[in-house]
T-cell receptor, first 111, second 115 residues
Framework: AQSVTQLGSHVSVSEGALVLLRCNYSSSVPPYLFWYVQYPNQGLQLLLKYTSAATLVKGINGFEAEFKKSETSFHLTKPSAHMSDAAEYFCAVGGNNRLAFGKGNQVVVIP | DAMVIQNPRYQVTQFGKPVTLSCSQTLNHNVMYWYQQKSSQAPKLLFHYYDKDFNNEADTPDNFQSRRPNTSFCFLDIRSPGLGDAAMYLC??????????????FGPGTRLTVL
């Protein structure tokens, strides 16, 4: 079965500092990988997705992620955190018409 | 804009009183999903429809049912809500996996309160 692991439920980052959220996947086939963001009382919004076209994927709001097969990772980064980045972030792996989500990272941005 | 719409955004019901949540989409996707999300947790898949084919998750309680009368609409029925069913319910859609991957598009959710 496919799965993803996100460590550290809460992540604090200073405004202007690097945002790094880690995601490791487990999949027996080439994976489809996703990062979603969720703001309070809202649905999930797709940040970016990996579908084997390019290992470095650029998404919305200045986020990007790099697929590393050797490390089974798909970490999310943003060079400079903004207050509006405070939200919950979910990594997910897709297969069989379903997504397997990680537990999520709650990002807090410190002014 | 093409989108996934959920109504109502907030629903209050009484313990044991049936409730129906609705979802509609203008994306013309053939797969529709219902998730339950509790506070500070990942969404948990309840079931999904592939066209008219219903696919229930093994651990979804019988208390939860769903209907999909046409491509655009999907309903979540909770027959006898308990206090533990208070949660955010998310609807999502996607194309057939063979047509572009597994990206899912989510609605804004319905927050259910059970009194």
């Amino acid at each position: 079965a496919q799965s993803v692991t996100q460590l550290g439920s809460h992540v604090s980052v200073s405004e202007g500092a690097l945002v790094l959220l880690r995601c490791n996947y487990s999949s027996s086939v080439p994976p489809y990988l996703f990062w979603y963001v969720q703001y309070p009382n809202q649905g999930l919004q797709l940040l970016l997705k990996y579908t084997s076209a390019a290992t470095l994927v650029k998404g919305i709001n200045g986020f990007e992620a790099e697929f590393k097969k050797s490390e089974t990772s798909f970490h999310l980064t943003k060079p400079s955190a903004h207050m509006s980045d405070a939200a919950e972030y979910f990594c997910a792996v897709g297969g069989n018409n379903r997504l397997a989500f990680g537990k999520g990272n709650q990002v807090v941005v410190i002014p | 804009d093409a989108m996934v719409i959920q109504n109502p955004r907030y629903q209050v019901t009484q313990f044991g009183k049936p409730v129906t949540l609705s979802c509609s989409q203008t994306l013309n996707h053939n797969v529709m999903y219902w998730y339950q999300q509790k506070s500070s947790q990942a969404p948990k898949l309840l079931f999904h429809y592939y066209d008219k084919d219903f696919n229930n998750e093994a651990d979804t309680p019988d208390n939860f049912q769903s209907r999909r009368p046409n491509t655009s609409f999907c309903f979540l029925d909770i027959r006898s809500p308990g206090l533990g069913d208070a949660a955010m319910y998310l609807c999502a859609t996607s194309r057939d996996a063979g047509l572009g991957g597994y990206e899912q598009f989510f609605g804004p959710g319905t927050r259910l309160t059970v009194l």
